[in-house]
C-alpha cells in the first residue's frame, strides 16, 4: 500500500467552536475535569497508545505526552479554568511503537449553571492522518514523510485528484490554517489559483520537464498572497504509475519585489540577503553587492571587470549556457538551477535570476543577476531521488529503479543489436528463517544476500531488491548468454557459505530463474515474468539451481 494513498471519505461533525472527522482512527476523544484530571477516553486511545484506557486515565496525561509538552499542557488547562474557555495546543504523543507523533490538541470548557468551569471535553487530531498506521505501508514513504517534516521549507503532498493528503508545520504556517481544515483540501482552486487541466496532469507534466517547477500565488486565511516557486517531485507505484506528488515551495515574493526595487535604490542592492550581481552589456561585472563576496569569496575590487564565467563549475555544457543566453535574449529573463564554483574551489548549487536591462530604444545596457544558496534543498531532493528508487532495508536498487534500467538495457540491446538478460532470484524457504529466527533475522540475511548478490555482477550490471526474499539482475551488454549462467553459478555457490547470524550458522540456497532479450521476448515486464516463471520450475524440480525460461531442463546446483 503507497503511504500517501488517499484517505477514504469522512463525514464531518460541527458545533459552533469545533469540528472534527468521525473517523476513528484519526480522532481522539477525551473529557477531563477542571484541572485537567483525565475522566474519559474514548476506544482510539487504546488502538493509538497500545494501552489499556483505565490504565491510561489512573496514569495521566503524563504516560502518553512527551515530557517537554507536559508542563505547558498542564499550565494551559489551569489557565483556560480561569478564564472559562478553550484552548488550542499542539502538542507530541506517544503512539504504541514508542514514536512521538504531533497532535492538534482541542478543547472546549464544560461550564456549570453558576459560570464555573468544571471540565473540558476535546480531542486530539493527528497533524499527518495519511501517514500514521497504515497497514503495510512502503518504509520508504515513511522516511519520505519523516524527511518533509523536517524540512523548513513549505512542503504538501497532493493525491491524484489535486487534494492535500499531507503537509509540514511550514506550509500550514504559510497558508495560517490549522491542519484539520487543510486535510483533503483540493490544492488548487482553494489555496492555489484554479487551473483548466486535472491536477495529476499538470502536475506529471511539471515533474517530468525540467526544471520540474512552477510559479504560482498561494493565499491564507487572510487574504494575503504569496508567490511560491514550487517543485515537483512524482512518487510512483510498483507499475510505474504516479500515485501523488510531493511539493516544496519557496516564497519568492520578496525576491521579486526586491529585483523591482532594485532599479530604484543602491540601499536595496547593498542589504538584501540575496547575492547581486550587475554587468554592462558585453558581461563585464561592474557591480556586485555584499551578499555576492560572502558567497562567492570574491571581495567587490576583486570582482570588478570579470566576466561571470569565472564562477563557472564545469558541471554544465556549453548547450546549457547557449539556450540560456538565447531565453534572456528573446525574453529578457532567465532563471533556473545552477551549480557555480566559489573562489575557494568549492561547488555549490545556486538559484539564479537573471534580467535583461534595455534602454528607452529597447536596447540591453546592462544585466543583472540574482542568486542564492540551495544547498540545503538539492540535500532534501537527493535523499527523496534515494528514498524513490533505492530499497530501504538492503540500499540497493528498488523495482522502480530496476525498470528503469531494464528498459534502458533493452532499448540500448535493440539499438545496437546487442543481447541483455534478466536473473530473477528468490531465497528458497526463507520463510522458516524468519519463522524460527525471527523477522531481525531475516532482515540480516536478506542484507547479506544482497551484498553477496552485487559481488557477482560487473559495474554496469544492476542487483534490486523487488521485495521480500525476491531479487533480480540485469545484465546489458551482452556479447553471450552463457554469462548470465555463469553469473547465476557465481550466486548459488556465493550462497553456500553459511549466513552468521548472531553468531549462529544459516544455511540459505536460492533458485534462479533467466530470461533473454531479444531471444525470449522484447518486452521488459514480460521479461521479468518469464525469469521469474523459470525459477518457479526450478523450485519444483527441488530448488537450489537455475533455468533458462526456453529451456526444458534445470541447472542444478
Known sequence: MN??????P???ESDSHIRVPTQPSQILLWLTDAEGRIEFLSPSWSRFTGQERPALIADGWAQVVHPDDLASLHGAFQRA????????RHVWLRRRDGIYCGMAFESLPRIAPSGETVGFTGFCLDLSPAVHALPGANPADHRIAELLKQIR?????IDLDGQLIFFNQPFLDLIDEPPREAISRPFFGHYAEAIDEPPAERLRKVADTPPHAFECAVRDTAGRSHLMSWHVTALRDESGQMTCSVLIGEDITAQRQKEEEWRLTQRVFETTDEAM??????AQIIAVNQAFTRLTGYTREEAIGLNPRVLQSGRHDQAFYEEMWRTLSENGHWQGDIWDLRKDGTIYPKFLSISTLRDSEGKATHYCGIFYDITERKTFEDKLERLAHYDVLTGIPNRSLLFDRLELATAEAMHSG??????????????????????????QVLREAATRICSTIRRN????????DEFAIVLPDLDDPQHAALVAEKIIECMRTPFLIDGAPVTVSTSIGISLFPADHHQPDKLLELADQAMYKVKARGA??????????TAPA
Open 3 to 8: 503511504e500517501f494513498a488517499r484517505p477514504s
Open 10 to 12: 469522512r463525514h464531518w
Open 81 to 88: 479554568a480561569r478564564e472559562n474557555q478553550g484552548f488550542r
Open 153 to 157: 521549507l513549505p512542503a504538501t503532498v
Open 277 to 282: 550581481v550587475v554587468t554592462d552589456s558585453k
Open 418 to 443: 546487442g543481447k541483455a538478460a534478466v536473473l530473477f532470484i528468490d531465497l528458497d524457504r526463507f520463510k522458516n528463517i524468519n519463522d524460527s529466527l525471527g523477522h531481525a533475522a531475516g532482515d
Open 461 to 468: 550490471d544492476t542487483a534490486a531488491r523487488l521485495g521480500g
Open 544 to 553: 537450489n539451481g537455475y533455468q533458462f525460461c526456453s529451456d526444458p531442463g
